[in-house]
C-alpha cells in the first residue's frame, strides 16, 4: 500500500520553496484581499454597500416627499394663485395632478406646491447643539435685516427706477418679518445676534447715500444682488447639512426669500452679472465619509473592488512562478 511521504526530499523542497514565496504575512494579505474583495463585491450586487438603502429611498423628480407644516413658524409663504388648475390648499402638502401637464407647460408654475420641512420641536432643537455654521445663519440672516431694511426704505425716496422702487419695497418688507423670526429664534436657542451691520455692509450704505438718480438705482441692484448672492451660498450649505430641525426649517424659508430677492433685483434689469464672482462647485463632488468613496458613485466602488481583486491576483501570480522557479 503506497501513501504519501510529506517527509520525501523532494517534497521538503517544495514546502520550502512555497514557505519562501508566500510568506505568512503575504499568504494574510493574499487571502484578506480575495477575501475582501470577493464580499464587497456581492454586497455592491445585492445593493448591501451603505448608503445604498439610502440612496435607493431618496425620493426622485416627480415625486416630491412632502410634509405637512401647519404651526411650522419657519413654513414658506403660500404659492401664488395660479392658472386654476389643481392648485394646493396652503400647508397641506398636496400633489399638484401631473397627468394634466402639457409638453410645453414650465418646470414650476404658481401651481407647484411649496415644500414644507417637517414641523420642528423646539425641545428637540434644543437637545441638538449648534455649530458655528448653525449660529452663522441667524446672524448673517440678522445683519442682511440690518442694512436691507433701511436700504430698501431709502429707494422709496431716492430711487429713479418705478421698477427699484417696488423692489425696494418689497425687499424691506420681507426683510422685517425674517428679522422678527430670526430674533425669536435666536433666543429662543440662546444665539448672540449683532445690533449693527457689518462692516462691508455699512459701506455700502454710504456708498448708497451718497448717489442719485440713474446711478443710485445701478448701485442699489449690484450691491444687493451681490449680497444676496454672498447669503444663499451660507444658506444652502447650512441647509444641505445642519444636523438641527429647527434651523433646517429656518433655512428652508430665509432660502426661499433670498431667491426671490435675487430675482426681483434682475427683474430690473440693472445688475451687472460680469461683475458678480463666478461660480465655484465647492465640495460638490468631494468624498463622503465612507472611506473616500462617494455614496453617490456605484461605479467608484465597482473600480476600486475590482483593483482589489486584481493586486490579490497578482499577488497570487508572482507568488506562483516563484513556487515553479524554486521547484
Keep these: ?47 448591501w454597500w451603505p448608503g445604498a438603502a439610502a440612496q435607493a429611498a431618496e425620493p426622485g423628480v416627480g415625486t416630491p416627499a412632502l410634509r405637512t407644516g401647519q404651526g411650522n413658524p419657519a413654513a414658506v409663504p403660500a404659492a401664488e394663485e395660479g392658472d386654476g388648475t389643481d392648485t394646493p390648499a396652503a400647508g397641506t402638502g398636496d400633489v399638484r395632478d401631473t397627468t394634466k401637464d402639457q409638453a410645453t407647460d414650465p418646470v414650476v408654475t ?7 420641512p417637517p414641523n420642528p420641536d423646539l425641545a428637540t432643537a ?11 445663519l441667524l446672524i448673517k440672516v440678522r445683519q442682511a435685516g440690518l442694512w436691507e431694511i433701511p436700504s430698501g426704505e431709502q429707494a422709496q425716496q431716492k430711487a429713479e427706477s418705478p421698477i427699484v422702487k417696488a423692489v425696494g419695497r418689497q425687499l424691506a418688507a420681507d426683510h422685517r418679518k425674517l428679522d422678527d423670526s430670526v430674533r425669536k429664534l435666536a433666543a429662543d436657542l440662546d444665539v448672540v445676534l449683532p445690533s449693527t451691520p ?25 450691491r444687493l444682488r451681490a449680497a444676496h448672492g454672498t447669503v444663499f451660498n ?11 430641525p429647527i434651523i433646517r426649517a429656518y433655512a428652508q424659508t430665509a432660502n426661499t426669500v433670498v431667491m426671490r430677492h435675487m430675482t426681483l433685483l434682475e427683474s430690473t434689469g440693472l445688475v451687472a452679472f460680469d461683475d458678480l464672482p ?4 465647492s465640495q460638490a463632488s ?25 493586486a490579490a491576483g497578482l499577488i497570487g501570480l508572482v507568488s506562483v512562478r516563484r513556487i515553479r522557479r524554486g521547484a
Excluded at 404658481?110 to 414644507?116: N, R, T
Excluded at 442719485?212 to 445701478?218: C, E, L, P, Q, T
Excluded at 463666478?278 to 462647485?281: F, G, M, R
Excluded at 473616500?292 to 482589489?308: D, F, H, N, Q
Design 1 to 47: 500500500m503506497t501513501g504519501r511521504n510529506d517527509n520525501a526530499p523532494g517534497n521538503r523542497r517544495v514546502q520550502r520553496t512555497v514557505a519562501d514565496a508566500l510568506p505568512g504575512r503575504s499568504l494574510t494579505l493574499f487571502v484578506a484581499l480575495i477575501a475582501a474583495g470577493s464580499i464587497a463585491l456581492g454586497a455592491t450586487s445585492l445593493g
Design 110 to 116: 404658481s401651481a407647484s406646491p411649496e415644500p414644507l
Design 126 to 136: 434644543r437637545s441638538i447643539p449648534l455649530t458655528e455654521a448653525d449660529k452663522q
Design 198 to 222: 457689518s462692516e462691508l455692509q455699512q459701506g455700502w450704505m454710504a456708498e448708497l447715500s451718497k448717489a442719485s438718480g440713474a446711478d443710485y438705482d445701478r448701485l442699489f441692484a449690484d
Design 234 to 244: 451660507i444658506i444652502a450649505q447650512v441647509r444641505t447639512g445642519t444636523r438641527n
Design 278 to 281: 463666478a461660480p465655484v462647485l
Design 286 to 310: 468631494s468624498t463622503s465619509g465612507s472611506g473616500g468613496l462617494s455614496e453617490s458613485s456605484p461605479g467608484m466602488r465597482t473600480m476600486a473592488i475590482v483593483a482589489m481583486l486584481a
